[in-house]
Structures are given as C-alpha cells and as structure tokens.
T-cell receptor, first 111, second 117 residues
Framework: KQEVTQIPAALSVPEGENLVLNCSFT??????LQWFRQDPGKGLTSLLL???SQREQTSGRLNASLDKSSGRSTLYIAASQPGDSATYLC??????????WGLGTSLAVNP | DTGVSQDPRHKITKRGQNVTFRCDPI?????LYWYRQTLGQGPEFLTY????????KSRLLSDRFSAERPKGSFSTLEIQRTEQGDSAMYLC???????????????FGPGTRLTVT
C-alpha cells in the first residue's frame, strides 16, 4: 500500500531564506507526482506536476525534483516571502490515477 | 474552461440530517474524483467516476454515503443521517483519462466545507 510522508510537519523561516520541503513515498511505481498549496480553510492550488519520466519541474521561484528509485521528491522555494506562508501538500498518482496524499508541511515565512 | 465548481461552498447541518453536494467538472474531462479532508490532515480518496460509471469506492465511504454522476457530467455526493465525524472539507477534482502522461492531471474545485452540529 502506497504511503506518502512529508517532512518537516511545520517550518518557520525568516523572509528571504531558501528552503526545501521533503516528500517520500513507499512504492516507486508511481505515475506522476504533484505539489499543491493550501491556504487555511481554502481549497487546493496546484503548484507543479512532475511526470514519472521527468526529474524536475520549475515554475518561478519553485523547483520540484523527483527521484523515483529512492522514493523521494523535494520542493525548493527560493527567496521565500510572507505570501508563501501556507500548507504544502505532496501527492502521488497511484492505481486508477487516484491521488495519495501526505499530511503536508505547514510553512510560516516571517517578515 | 471555467474550472471545477462545487456547490455549496459551506454547509452547516444538524446531526441526523441529509446533505447533498454538487460538483461540476471541467467540461471535456471524463474522470471525476471525490476526496475528503479533515482538519490537519491530507485529503483522502473517497470515490471516482469515469464518465457515468463509478469505478472505485474507498472503505471510508460508508453506506451512508452515495455518489452519482448521471450522464457523465456533474456529480452529487449525498450523506444520509450525518454525524459529527462527517465534518470535513469535501473536495472534487476532474481529469481527462487516456493516452499521455499529463492526461490524468487532476484539477480541483474550491471544496465544500461541511459542519455537523
């Protein structure tokens, strides 16, 4: 059974720092992996989708990497801003392409 | 492409009442997924449809829950005899299904927040 783990559960950094959020999964036979952002009490915003054949994707200050063999993905946020404060969720596409989720990393960027 | 929409956005109900939520997917998407998210947790898969056929249901979906997707367009999720433990955000997503690695990318609606008092 696929399990997704995110470390750390919470992170607090000063504005301007570069940071890395980690996601690991137990079954390397995934299709794709997707990172989402969720603001308190709100729905999900897709940040990056990494196809199973890719090793990384970039969008603005965000870079996500994927290493299927080791069961890991990282989300790198450059030059963090207070507006980046949110919960970041990692999800893998499993059987029937349904998403299997981690518990998220709660990020606070302090001005 | 108007995105995935969900209605209502918020629902407060008393224990024991029935509630129904609606999800309208992106028009050309043939797959539709329902997830549930409780406070402090990641979303959990509930069920999914390909066109009008419900192809998988999670064990989380007790017999009080039923989902339909008549005509393969919008979907409804009904909860009968609601319990306080049903309080959660109910998320709907849609995707294409077919050849191509990106064809299954899921697009999410804003969610319906249910509070059972």
């Amino acid at each position: 059974k696929q399990e997704v783990t995110q470390i750390p559960a919470a992170l607090s950094v000063p504005e301007g720092e570069n940071l890395v959020l980690n996601c690991s999964f137990t079954d390397s036979a995934i299709y794709n992996l997707q990172w989402f952002r969720q603001d308190p009490g709100k729905g999900l915003t897709s940040l990056l989708l990494i196809q199973s054949s890719q090793r990384e994707q970039t969008s603005g200050r965000l870079n996500a990497s994927l290493d299927k063999s080791s069961g890991r993905s990282t989300l790198y946020i450059a030059a963090s801003q207070p507006g980046d404060s949110a919960t970041y969720l990692c999800a893998v596409y499993g059987n029937n392409r349904k998403l299997i989720w981690g518990l998220g990393t709660s990020l606070a960027v302090n001005p | 492409d108007t995105g995935v929409s969900q209605d209502p956005r918020h629902k407060i109900t008393k224990r024991g009442q029935n509630v129904t939520f609606r999800c309208d997917p992106i028009s050309e998407h043939n797959r539709l997924y329902w997830y549930r998210q409780t406070l402090g947790q990641g979303p959990e898969f509930l069920t999914y449809f390909q066109n009008e056929a419900q192809l998988e249901k999670s064990r989380l979906l007790s017999d009080r829950f039923s989902a339909e997707r008549p005509k393969g367009s919008f979907s409804t999720l009904e909860i009968q005899r609601t319990e306080q433990g049903d309080s959660a955000m109910y998320l709907c997503a849609s995707s294409r299904g077919g050849p191509g690695a990106r064809s299954y990318e899921q697009y999410f609606g804003p969610g319906t927040r249910l509070t059972v008092t």
